[in-house]
């Protein structure tokens, strides 16, 4: 994108110390609001943030304790995407100018009860930048199942017990719903990889229309990890496969991380309490998985 | 300057109503029998009459979701739906009184599936009474315009901030055509000056809206929720009166009645059947017969205290509903009877529950209620519900 090389990158170095998201109640190591803080640093005061019922709603809108600087509203749980819409239509009906609409919402409210908005958002062509932040369950209601619960998961509606082996079904395939709307601009990050999410946020920012960003952002009380080690495990995520960095741009993907060899899946299985009842078996099954999900990426997508 | 009348369909009267009011969005999913109003609004965009934004939601979901969106950052919004639409958007409903967004809505009243129809009745919208909006329901086509430009004035008045849904009749308002006196536009530009609110997210002063409370505070949030809708019986009522003095049209506020102030049996009435019993009222006065009727406007808030004098003389009161809560009686009967309990009205009280799923009711039908009343107020027995026009035989 032209208009995105005039822009200064933002950087570790150059990021502003200015906070738009604090003193909220999250979880120690909670990686929505790290996802969540980092796009407003990018995006700055003059943004609109909408919210659904979820997480970072019930961590950082309770009156009278507001968390966020910037103006910022909850939404109905399906409602994130066509509020969002609202706001950005009505400022816009309204004149005010140099503005940024942006939509955070979790797996739940993205994948499953807040598709059917998104998708219209996406269709309509509305001015919003839209950051689903996974963490693979619905963890605001104490770890259940959403559709981007992958294989095998232990959640607290997919026990892991001798006849259902935790989570019986894959991951929706997101990034390409929505990409298959031929949005402007989509892309997958993590937060274990906090510069390229940086740099796909600055550059869906520049986008005059809808752009989507499904960030990976680990919850330690819902995966049994460690709270000090959440960006490692969003790390190990995509360096073994199991999630992976792309972009979709003017019809075309690409892979922007291509590993030539992953590192281990059973490694970043078993430091997950969700994780720890799985088989020999399941790890093999969920390899293969990766495997064939990799070798269409690889087939059909640009990379390097 | 001759006035401007237009021979319009209640859709078109409402399409044109909203378009006068000014709104900044327009959000709306199609759904018979509304689907002219927002057709009609596109077609105003279109053509550059009215400098609106358009969304073209995807579900009422999110119609009702953007148009919160939109109010939130101080734009004024509008949106349109019936029946199933109306229900799928109840989430929304309560989230726009509750966020205190003012929002209008025509709302085309229809029967609720199952079984499906597409016709009239008011079972989606009395159902919803305690979704925080302010209801008012129209009798005609004129009625319907000159409340759309009111209800901007009445929802987002700062004493109210309420949103509020104009009700009528599916078809028989909707698709009814009539002649419509047009407002001038300079006139309701000075009946209704633009939206201002301090409620709204803007860059100078940020917000956080739409939070959450915890046990200790969230009492107070509905109490002045109920206190905003109870500030509306003025505001309303400044508008009527108001409006009266710009456009000669006055609606007298909360009920307006006729031929009730020596009726000895009276109807209460919602909507547009009221045209009708004014006609039956004028042909049974005409053979003696003290009859009357009281149309209720606004559902929420309730006209408790006209209804008790209104009716404080009569032997023996109807209400007349297309509406049913299961198990127990019409909603409206339940609302006019706790009214009159309070000041311990215990003449018989009717209540007819009819023209469900867009059932015509006649005037044989209406001269029937007020013939029983007539018997009741005389000393016949009578059950409280009266299923009337029933077509299968029944046991009781």
């Known amino acids: 994108m032209s208009s995105a090389n005039t822009l200064t990158r933002i950087t570790p170095k150059n990021i502003t110390d200015q906070e738009f998201f604090y003193g909220h109640k999250a979880c120690a190591g909670c990686g929505g609001s790290l996802a969540v803080r980092l796009a407003l640093k990018v995006l700055g005061e003059r943004t609109y943030a909408a919210f659904p019922a979820g997480c970072m709603a019930a961590v950082g809108f309770i009156y009278p304790q507001m968390a966020f600087t910037n103006n910022a509203i909850i939404t109905t749980f399906p409602g994130v995407a066509s509020m969002a819409s609202g706001i950005a239509v009505g400022a816009k009906a309204l004149g005010i100018q140099n503005f940024k609409t942006v939509a955070f919402a979790g797996d739940g409210g993205t994948a499953d009860i807040g598709l059917q908005a998104l998708s219209g958002m996406i269709d309509r062509g509305d001015d919003v930048l839209y950051i689903c932040y996974d963490n693979e369950a619905y963890m605001n209601t104490g770890i259940q199942k959403s559709g981007l619960t992958p294989f095998g998961t232990q959640t607290t509606t997919t026990p892991a017990g001798k006849n259902i082996h935790g989570s019986k079904t894959q991951k929706k395939n997101l990034f390409e719903i929505i990409a298959a709307h031929d949005i402007p601009y989509a892309a997958t990050a993590s937060i274990g990889y906090p510069q390229d999410y940086i740099d796909k946020v600055q550059k869906a920012a520049q986008v005059k229309g809808p752009a989507f960003i499904h960030v990976y952002a680990s919850c330690p009380t819902g995966w049994g990890t460690p709270t000090e080690t959440s960006v490692e495990i969003a790390k190990e995520a995509v360096d073994c496969g199991l999630f992976f960095l792309a972009e979709y741009e003017n019809g075309d993907y690409r892979l922007t991380r291509n590993p030539k060899q992953f590192a281990s899946v059973a490694d970043y299985l078993k430091k997950q309490g969700r994780f720890k009842h799985l088989s020999d078996a399941d790890i093999a099954s969920i390899e293969a998985h990766r495997d064939h999900k990799w070798e269409r990426m690889r087939r059909m997508w640009n990379h390097q | ?396």
């Not at chain 2, 129809?117 to 209801?135: A, E, F, T």
């Open chain 2, 1 to 396: 300057m001759s006035k401007k009348r237009e021979f319009i369909s209640g859709d078109e009267a409402v399409a044109i109503g909203v378009k006068l009011s000014r709104p900044h969005v327009i959000a709306a999913y199609p759904i018979t029998p509304q689907t002219i109003t927002v057709e009609r609004l596109s077609e105003m965009v279109e053509r550059g009459e009215l400098n609106a934004e358009y969304m073209h939601v995807e579900s009422e979901h999110s119609a009702i979701s953007a148009a919160m969106g939109a109010s939130a950052v101080g734009a004024r919004t509008f949106t349109a739906s019936s029946s199933q639409g109306l229900l799928y958007m109840t989430e929304g409903l309560h989230y726009a009184s509750g966020g205190r967004f003012p929002v209008v809505m025509m709302n085309a009243n229809r029967s609720v599936a199952l079984p499906w129809s597409i016709y009239g009745d008011q079972r989606d919208s009395l159902s919803l009474l305690d979704s925080g909006w302010i209801q008012v329901y129209v009798e005609d086509a004129q009625e319907a315009l000159d409340m759309m430009i009111q209800a901007f004035r009445i929802a987002e008045h700062p004493d109210v901030l309420t949103p509020m849904m104009v009700n009528l009749d599916g078809f028989i308002l909707t698709h009814t055509y009539e002649i419509v006196e047009i407002p001038e536009q300079s006139q309701v530009d000075a009946f209704l000056p633009p939206f201002q609110t301090p409620n709204k997210m803007c860059f100078n002063n940020p917000k956080n809206m739409g939070f959450s409370s915890q046990p200790n505070d969230n009492t107070e949030f509905k109490y002045q929720q109920n206190l905003a809708v109870l500030n509306a019986v003025k505001v309303l009522e400044q508008a009527d009166t108001d409006f009266a003095t710009m456009f000669g049209r006055k609606y007298n506020g909360m009920v307006d009645e006729y031929q009730s102030a020596d009726a000895e049996v009276l109807l209460v009435t919602l909507g547009s059947v009221t045209g009708t019993v004014r006609d039956v009222v004028d042909e049974m006065r005409a053979e003696g017969h003290k009859v009357g009727v009281i149309k209720i406007r606004y559902m929420r808030p309730f006209p408790e205290e006209q209804l008790q004098s209104l009716t404080a003389k009569a032997k023996a009161i109807g209400v007349l509903e297309k509406d049913i809560s299961f198990g127990y009686e019409g909603t409206v009967y339940t609302n006019v009877n706790s009214a009159l309990a309070k000041v311990g009205n215990t003449v018989p009280k009717l209540n007819f529950v009819g023209g469900l799923g867009g059932r015509d009711i006649s005037k044989a039908d209406i001269r029937n209620m007020f013939l029983k009343l007539q018997r009741v107020a005389a000393g016949e027995a009578y059950k409280t519900v009266d299923f009337f026009n029933l077509n299968v035989e029944t046991n009781e």
